[in-house]
Structure formats: structure tokens, C-alpha cells
């Protein structure tokens, strides 16, 4: 089974524009991380948010915000006041504590419109 | 913050040559350094894990001979694509155990790797 399932595979937003961006997890392991990151053109990969699996509270990073609801295992990132600078790939990964290995979803490609 | 230093960033050789790629983790120790490969549009595969001091982690389906993982040092890992060949071509990117404020990895530039 997929640990980590990202279903869009490109998104659209108006500038200015708040976008989220899906991403659904799977794991036994109780205690885990959450991460998104923004890969632009240029190929590296910029760390934006995380959230723990015992953090009480949504991640929040200036303009992004993490939608945790843990029942339903998933991990939305939103992204507020969409930016031009903003178009590039998105990938949701977690980390489970058990282990050192990293989970990649399959991405989501985020164009912002002006 | 902790960087990870990846080069070169861009590569182009022949059929049959062998390309290095280095890693280094500056201002902080690696004692881990995962190895990804990415095609176009695709999300990152995990290929192998090195450790300093000791043999690599290969993951299923990748092969050792071919791409060698070298971590000679606290600091620096390396990639040895070995007799290359065009659908070696990819975007090849390290990462290390993050350090500091969040419980992620630090992730080298990449390298796109072109075989002509």
C-alpha cells in the first residue's frame, strides 16, 4: 500500500488566491512526522511545514498552513495568498519514528494564474 | 541552518564513462546520507542509504555495481553512476538527517545527470 497519496496531480489558483493541496498517509507506526515541500524548476527541495502525530495543534508557516485531521489520516496543505513564485511541485512525505526512511507522494504540480 | 552542498549541479557524459556526484554536509556531521533519483515529473525513489564507515543500504531493484555509494568522511558521500548509459539519465539528489528546528532531512540541490 502507498504510504503517502497526493491525488492531484496539477492545481490551478488565481493570484492571490488561497489553494489547497491534498495528501493522505498511511502508517501503524503511532508516532510519525508529516512534511510538505516545494520543489521549483530548479530541482531542490524547500522544506515548508511540518507536523508531528502528537501535536495537538495545525502547523503554521507564514502562508502555509497544514490541515491535520488525524482520524482520516490526512495531511492538507494550504497555501494562502497564492504567488507567482509559488508554481513549482509540491510533495507531501512522512517519517515514521520507528524507522529513518522517508515517504514520498507522487506530487502535485501547483500553477498560480495571474 | 545545516546545508547539504551537492555538485556538480549539472552533468553531461558519454555512454561508458562513470560520473561522480559529491554530497556534503556543511557546519553539521552526516553520519547518514540518502541517495534519491527522480524522473521527470515523478516523485523521489529512494535508491540507497550510506553510513559512514560502513557498507551502503541498497533498496530493491537498484543496482550496487552500478552505482557505487561512497561515505569516506563525517562530511562527504558520494555517488558513482559506473559505466553509464542513457537511461541513467535522471535528477539525482542526497539528503542528510536534518539538524536544528525541524525533524526533517536536509536535501543537497540535485544533480541532473544527462548520458548522451
Known amino acids: 500500500a502507498q504510504k503517502i497519496t497526493q491525488t492531484q496531480p496539477g492545481m490551478f489558483v488565481q493570484e492571490k488566491e488561497a489553494v489547497t493541496l491534498d495528501c493522505t498517509y498511511d502508517?501503524?507506526?503511532?508516532?510519525?512526522?508529516l512534511f510538505w515541500y516545494k520543489q521549483p524548476s530548479s530541482g531542490e527541495m524547500i522544506f515548508l511545514i511540518y507536523q508531528g502525530s502528537y501535536d495537538q495543534q495545525n502547523a503554521t508557516e507564514g502562508r502555509y498552513s497544514l490541515n491535520f485531521q488525524k482520524a482520516r489520516k490526512s495531511a492538507n496543505l494550504v497555501i494562502s495568498a497564492s504567488q507567482l513564485g509559488d508554481s513549482a511541485m509540491y510533495f507531501c512525505?512522512?517519517?515514521?519514528?520507528?524507522?529513518?526512511?522517508?515517504?514520498f507522494g507522487t506530487g502535485t504540480s501547483l500553477t498560480v494564474i495571474p | 541552518g545545516a546545508v547539504v552542498s551537492q555538485h556538480p549541479s549539472r552533468v553531461i557524459c558519454k555512454s561508458g564513462t562513470s560520473v561522480k556526484i559529491e554530497c556534503r554536509s556543511l557546519d553539521f556531521q552526516a553520519t547518514t546520507m540518502f541517495w534519491y533519483r527522480q524522473f521527470p515529473k515523478k516523485s523521489l525513489m529512494l535508491m540507497a542509504t550510506s553510513n559512514e564507515g560502513s557498507k551502503a543500504t541498497y533498496e530493491q531493484g537498484v543496482e550496487k555495481d552500478k552505482f557505487l555509494i561512497n561515505h569516506a568522511s563525517l562530511t562527504l558521500s558520494t555517488l558513482t553512476v559506473t559505466s553509464a548509459h542513457p537511461e541513467d539519465s535522471s535528477f539525482y539528489i542526497c539528503?542528510?538527517?536534518?539538524?536544528?528546528?525541524?525533524?526533517?532531512?536536509?536535501f543537497g540541490s540535485g544533480t541532473r545527470l544527462t548520458v548522451v
Open positions: 539528503s542528510a538527517p536534518g539538524v536544528g528546528g525541524h525533524y526533517g532531512y536536509t
Open positions: 512525505a512522512m517519517r515514521e519514528a520507528g524507522g529513518n526512511q522517508f515517504y
Open positions: 502508517t501503524s507506526d503511532p508516532s510519525y512526522g
